[in-house]
T-cell receptor
Framework: NAGVTQTPKFRVLKTGQSMTLLCAQDMNHEYMYWYRQDPGMGLRLIHYSVGEGTTAKGEVPDGYNVSRLKKQNFLLGLESAAPSQTSVYFC??????????????FGPGTRLLVL | GEDVEQSLFLSVREGDSSVINCTYTDSSSTYLYWYKQEPGAGLQLLTYIFSNMDMKQDQRLTVLLNKKDKHLSLRIADTQTGDSAIYFCAERVTGGGNKLTFGTGTQLKVEL
């Protein structure tokens, strides 16, 4: 049981290049999330998904697109990278059932540097 | 909208208690969480508290919730060097999707 995994771990892009970050979870979770973490700003939600085939915007969605074609995978795309997208990106997943704490489980992160 | 605030930095001596504070704004939050982030790693859930509770204790961790003041704190007893990390509080946002709003994080440094 690997939990939440992210690929790649680190990437350097030039301004204008595109890339896709992959998140995979093996816990059969319905909900998945993409965050970015910047110094002094905590984690900010980019996009999220409440099930296969559905996505929704979070707090900072501009410049990103997402897809959830399979329940276990959540992809984050940057069509034309900008230096302002230099950040650490975290994926998370959570369950839906019951009324327990529904905690989010996080991946190890992807460090992205846009030059 | 929701806003969660924390002080940025805390330094304590090994063996002392650490208290990390957090204020939140959404009075309808049902669950509040504390996450720990070690260098170069993702976030790990440390503990959580349901909004109808005032206190929760879990080994060296004590969470206190003051709903009137919208104040949450995490006390770590007998702080060890392995506790050095960034600690985030988070509140569950009302509405769908089980979304969380995170604080800015408090960097805890434990000195010998």
């Amino acid at each position: 049981n690997a939990g939440v995994t992210q690929t790649p771990k680190f990437r350097v892009l030039k301004t204008g290049q595109s890339m896709t970050l992959l998140c995979a979870q093996d816990m059969n979770h319905e909900y998945m999330y993409w965050y970015r973490q910047d110094p002094g700003m905590g984690l900010r939600l980019i996009h999220y998904s409440v099930g296969e085939g559905t996505t929704a915007k979070g707090e900072v969605p501009d410049g990103y697109n997402v897809s959830r074609l399979k329940k276990q995978n959540f992809l984050l795309g940057l069509e034309s990278a900008a230096p302002s997208q230099t950040s650490v990106y975290f994926c998370a997943s959570s369950t839906t059932g019951g009324d327990f704490e529904k905690t989010q489980y996080f991946g190890p992160g992807t460090r992205l540097l846009v030059l | 909208g929701e806003d969660v605030e924390q002080s940025l930095f805390l330094s304590v001596r090994e063996g002392d208690s650490s208290v990390i504070n957090c204020t939140y704004t959404d009075s309808s939050s049902t669950y509040l969480y504390w996450y720990k982030q070690e260098p170069g790693a993702g976030l790990q859930l440390l503990t959580y508290i349901f909004s109808n509770m005032d206190m929760k204790q879990d080994q060296r961790l004590t969470v206190l919730l003051n709903k009137k003041d919208k104040h949450l704190s995490l006390r770590i007893a007998d702080t060890q060097t392995g506790d050095s990390a960034i600690y985030f509080c988070a509140e569950r946002v009302t509405g769908g999707g089980n979304k969380l709003t995170f604080g800015t994080g408090t960097q805890l440094k434990v000195e010998l």
